[in-house]
Antibody, heavy 115, light 110 residues
């Protein structure tokens, strides 16, 4: 089964940090660029960032640039999102997504920024 | 910044009837490689999104042929020929190249 499983969400104070993880299985992880996409409560989807297949390049939405860092470990079939200096607007469900070929989404992990 | 605008935002439908959702981009999505990277997603209640259509009109594997996409440049449309109960949910268009940008979503309700 092709699967993505996110973890690491939780409650974090404004200005705090959190790292999300995504475990991939059932496909050749290192052959695909990977995305993080988030969805605020009751709101639309927002693309957050993208990492290339080999981990050499990353792209970020302006809303997270300089605060979030995407990384991957192809040997461990894992994708990560390090979130720093979080703000209330970062409250969302964060999805790990494989877009090329057949798309695959995880079930999401919820991040709540609250004091 | 590029903006994707969907209409309507809410769409009451009748089973068996056709529906049409519009997506407009503030800039042309026609790419220099000759392709247009416009994607449609479906999100059923309580589920993660799934892609229905890529590059304007290419249906993903397993997507029923009652779903079709069309358009070019800045104007795109998702059509469902005959709505079924399982189609209830929210539909999003997305610019499928950097920076990826979603529309606000169109909620289909029966």
């Amino acid at each position: 089964d092709v699967k993505l499983v996110e973890s690491g969400g939780g409650v974090v104070r404004p200005g705090g940090s959190l790292t999300l993880s995504c475990a991939a299985s059932g496909f050749s992880f290192g052959d695909y660029a990977m995305h993080w996409i988030r969805q605020s409560p009751g709101k639309t989807l927002e693309w957050v960032c993208l990492m290339s297949e080999d981990g050499d390049s990353a792209h970020y939405a302006d809303s997270v640039k300089g605060r979030f860092t995407i990384s991957r470990d192809n040997n461990k079939k894992s994708l990560f999102l390090e979130m720093k200096s979080v703000v209330h607007e970062d409250t969302a469900i964060y999805y790990c997504v494989k877009m090329r070929g057949g798309d695959v989404w995880g079930q999401g992990t919820a991040v709540t920024v609250s004091s | 910044d590029l903006v994707m605008t969907q209409s309507p935002l809410s769409l009451p439908v009748t089973l068996g009837q056709p529906v049409s959702i519009s997506c407009r981009s503030s800039q042309s999505l026609d790419n220099v490689d000759g392709k247009t990277y416009l994607i449609w997603f479906q999100q059923r209640p309580g589920q993660s999104p799934r892609r229905l259509i890529s590059k304007v009109s290419k249906r993903d594997s397993g997507v029923p042929d009652r779903f079709s996409g069309s358009g070019s440049g800045t104007n795109f449309t998702l059509q469902i020929s005959t709505v079924e109960a399982e189609d209830v949910g929210t539909y999003y268009c997305m610019k499928g190249s950097l920076p990826f940008t979603f529309g606000q979503g169109t909620k289909l309700e029966i």
